[in-house]
Each structure stands twice: as structure tokens, then as C-alpha cells.
């Protein structure tokens, strides 16, 4: 089932004809952000907000063409660039809101990547609610069981075709996620999640495309996928340091392969691994405020490139009620 019939609309996205970096924009929508975010275990306390600011810096200069890893020889290496917003809103202890709107520029390097234009703005709003339904000891630990649900759509009329410079794939997306973390009473923590995407339909600018047949329409199935996450982590310094080790996966239930020295389209069939590191620190002498870091490597895929991304940022927590009741104080 796609998500537009589920919904009964259409996104009204132009895609225009060549999105991925001569690969998928698909993998991008996955990248995660290591914050108070709808895939961990953390949750903010009721009437809390936490927001995020970020900046993400990837690249890449080669691509797997299906199982093939192939050299960007003719756009040479693509930058990506994402500034992400995103708020964590605490409405129960227990069930919390997000929403987030990343803004991404991409581009080639010179001399030969030079020669095309990249793309930039805002990419897709995203909306999720999570869930925590188990909290409670287990052993010399503490069992947490928690489910998301989030819905993303595109937020302007980005190429979603334009191949490897897209900024998105140009689709609406509904996923469920659940996630499981078991924490020892030393603070080292092992959390695991899978999750199932739910992606609609995006339209390109031309009448035909190939996806292992002919198809004489502008709009492009995008293929559903799943995806699973393992995280070893640890709190060090009385809870104000956070260290991770992640491995992600993802692969598409459908779709077609990269064709020889052709650009990638949205129905392609998208699978990767990937490795990463993140750190989180709190600080103890300005309440609510906190730094992260992070650092992600494909190790393997089809379709997709062979991308590595740094970022970093700031959250800050507040209590909403607190501050209402403070300024009412001073008036």
C-alpha cells in the first residue's frame, strides 16, 4: 500500500528529469540526528520543549550502479549540506511530538563537477509522535519499550528527478518504528529498533521512465523500505556525557537497479549499511543546554553513494510552564 492512496492525495511535488546523487535521495531521508529524537529511547518530560539546531556536512565521490561501485567521473565529488531545526515537545511523560524541517544545499566540486548546477532549500517537513509503553527494572537494568509514528511530506517544489543534486525524494512518507533499549545499572546501554517506511508517489518533469518495463506517466512509484538500528552506548560523568556506536540498515521491498552510466531516479532500489559515532554532552553549569557530534560511513549498498557525513549542534530543554509562571512574575 503507498502512502498517497492511504491518504488519498497526491503530493503536489514537481520532480523534474535526471534525485539522488547519481544515486538516492531515498538514503538521505534516513540520515539520522542524534539529539531528543523519534528513534531513541529518551523522552522529554511533560509541558518540555527541547529545541535543536544543526549542521551537517556529507560527501561523496563514488556510488554503487546496483552492486557496482562506479567513480563520480562526471560530476566529480557532491557536497551536501543540511541546516536541521527540529522541536521535541513533551505533551504527556510518556508520549511526546516532533517536528523538524531540514533546508539542504548540494553541490559539485570543480573543475569537472563544476560544469552543473546543485540545488538547495527546504526539503520535507517532518511530524512524529513517540510513544513510551514500558519503563521499568529488569535484572540489574532498566527495560525501556517505546513506538513512533511519523509522517513527512515535501515542503516546496524541489526536482525530486534531478539526479545526483535532488535535495529529497520528492514523496510523502509514513513510518512506524519500534525500539527496545535495555540499560545496565553501569550505564552501558543496548538499544535496537526496526521500522517500516510507507512512501507515496513523486512526479518528475517527463512522460517516460524505465523501471524494468516502460512507463508512459510523470509519476514515480517510490519504493517502501525497511529499516533496522543497533546502538551500543554509555553515560559517562554523571549523566552528562553521552557516547554511541551505531549501525544502520536499509533496503527497499522494490525497485530497479542504476542502468550503466545512467543517473538514478526515485523508483530505484535502495539498500545500505552504515556505521557511526556520536557524542552528546550536557552542561551541568547552564541548565538545559547541551552540544552533539557525530560522524557516519556507508560501508556498503546498492544503489546509493558511498557517503560520509560529520555534523554537530546545540539543543536546549525548557520547561514551558516554568517560564510562563516566570514572566507572570514579572509583570
Same mark, same amino acid.
Request: hydrophobic content about 35%; some cysteine; aromatic content about 16%.
Given at each position: 500500500?503507498?502512502?498517497?492512496? $492511504?491518504?488519498?492525495?497526491?503530493?503536489?511535488? /514537481?520532480?523534474? *528529469?535526471?534525485?539522488?546523487?547519481?544515486?538516492? *535521495?531515498?538514503?538521505? $531521508?534516513? !540520515?539520522?540526528?542524534?539529539?531528543?529524537?523519534?528513534?531513541?529511547?529518551?523522552?522529554?518530560?511533560?509541558?518540555?520543549?527541547?529545541?535543536?539546531?544543526?549542521?551537517?556536512?556529507?560527501?561523496?565521490?563514488?556510488?554503487?550502479?546496483?552492486?557496482?561501485?562506479?567513480?563520480?567521473?562526471?560530476?566529480? @565529488?557532491? &557536497?551536501?549540506?543540511?541546516?536541521?531545526?527540529?522541536?521535541?515537545?513533551? !505533551?504527556?511523560?510518556?508520549?511526546?511530538?516532533?517536528?523538524?524541517?531540514?533546508?539542504?544545499? @548540494?553541490?559539485?566540486?570543480?573543475?569537472?563537477?563544476?560544469?552543473? *548546477?546543485?540545488?538547495?532549500?527546504?526539503?520535507?517537513?517532518?511530524?512524529?509522535?513517540?510513544?513510551?509503553?514500558?519503563?521499568?527494572?529488569?535484572?540489574?537494568?532498566?527495560?525501556?519499550?517505546?513506538?513512533?509514528?511519523?509522517?513527512?511530506?515535501?515542503? @516546496?517544489?524541489?526536482?525530486?528527478?534531478?539526479?545526483?543534486?535532488?535535495?529529497?525524494?520528492?514523496?510523502?512518507?509514513?513510518? $512506524?518504528?519500534?525500539?527496545?533499549?535495555? +540499560?545496565?545499572?553501569?550505564?552501558?546501554?543496548?538499544?535496537?529498533?526496526? *521500522?517500516?517506511?510507507?512512501?507515496?508517489?513523486?512526479?518528475?518533469?517527463?512522460?517516460?521512465?524505465?523501471?524494468?518495463?516502460?512507463?508512459?506517466?510523470?509519476?514515480? &512509484? %517510490?519504493?517502501?523500505?525497511?529499516?533496522? +538500528?543497533?546502538?551500543?552506548?554509555?553515560?559517562?560523568?554523571? @549523566?552528562?556525557?553521552?557516547?554511541?556506536?551505531?549501525?544502520?540498515?536499509?533496503?527497499?521491498?522494490?525497485?530497479?537497479?542504476?542502468?550503466?552510466?545512467?543517473?538514478?531516479?526515485?523508483?530505484?532500489?535502495?539498500?545500505?549499511?552504515?556505521?557511526?559515532?556520536?557524542?552528546?554532552?550536557?552542561?551541568?553549569?547552564? /541548565?538545559?543546554?547541551?552540544?552533539?557530534?557525530?560522524?557516519?560511513?556507508?560501508?556498503?549498498?546498492?544503489? %546509493?553513494?558511498?557517503?560520509?557525513?560529520?555534523?554537530?549542534? $546545540?539543543?536546549?530543554?525548557?520547561?514551558?510552564?516554568? /517560564?510562563?509562571?516566570?514572566?507572570?512574575?514579572?509583570?
Amino acid at each position: 500500500m503507498k502512502v498517497n492512496k $492511504l491518504f488519498s492525495f497526491h503530493t503536489s511535488k /514537481k520532480g523534474r *528529469a535526471l534525485p539522488f546523487f547519481e544515486v538516492l *535521495a531515498l538514503f538521505f $531521508l534516513t !540520515i539520522p540526528l542524534k539529539a531528543q529524537t523519534p528513534s531513541d529511547a529518551l523522552m522529554m518530560p511533560s509541558k518540555n520543549i527541547c529545541v535543536l539546531f544543526s549542521y551537517d556536512m556529507g560527501t561523496f565521490d563514488r556510488y554503487w550502479e546496483g552492486s557496482y561501485l562506479r567513480s563520480n567521473e562526471t560530476i566529480a @565529488t557532491v &557536497d551536501r549540506n543540511t541546516v536541521l531545526p527540529m522541536a521535541a515537545i513533551g !505533551i504527556l511523560d510518556d508520549l511526546n511530538f516532533y517536528v523538524s524541517l531540514p533546508y539542504v544545499k @548540494t553541490e559539485s566540486s570543480e573543475p569537472n563537477g563544476g560544469k552543473f *548546477a546543485g540545488a538547495r532549500g527546504f526539503q520535507d517537513i517532518g511530524f512524529a509522535l513517540k510513544y513510551r509503553a514500558i519503563h521499568s527494572d529488569l535484572g540489574t537494568g532498566k527495560l525501556t519499550a517505546l513506538a513512533t509514528a511519523g509522517f513527512s511530506t515535501p515542503f @516546496t517544489n524541489y526536482l525530486s528527478d534531478y539526479r545526483p543534486y535532488s535535495i529529497g525524494a520528492g514523496a510523502p512518507e509514513f513510518s $512506524l518504528r519500534a525500539i527496545g533499549q535495555y +540499560e545496565l545499572s553501569n550505564q552501558f546501554y543496548l538499544r535496537a529498533s526496526l *521500522a517500516h517506511l510507507w512512501r507515496g508517489y513523486t512526479e518528475a518533469e517527463r512522460d517516460y521512465y524505465y523501471n524494468n518495463g516502460s512507463y508512459y506517466t510523470a509519476w514515480m &512509484d %517510490v519504493p517502501n523500505a525497511w529499516t533496522y +538500528e543497533a546502538i551500543l552506548g554509555k553515560w559517562l560523568f554523571d @549523566t552528562s556525557l553521552k557516547l554511541e556506536l551505531s549501525y544502520t540498515s536499509l533496503a527497499s521491498t522494490s525497485g530497479d537497479d542504476i542502468r550503466a552510466y545512467n543517473a538514478a531516479q526515485p523508483t530505484n532500489k535502495v539498500e545500505f549499511d552504515r556505521v557511526g559515532l556520536s557524542a552528546q554532552y550536557f552542561f551541568k553549569s547552564i /541548565k538545559g543546554l547541551g552540544i552533539v557530534a557525530y560522524h557516519n560511513r556507508v560501508v556498503n549498498g546498492r544503489n %546509493v553513494p558511498k557517503f560520509n557525513n560529520t555534523g554537530f549542534g $546545540l539543543t536546549y530543554q525548557f520547561n514551558v510552564i516554568k /517560564k510562563q509562571t516566570e514572566t507572570t512574575n514579572e509583570q
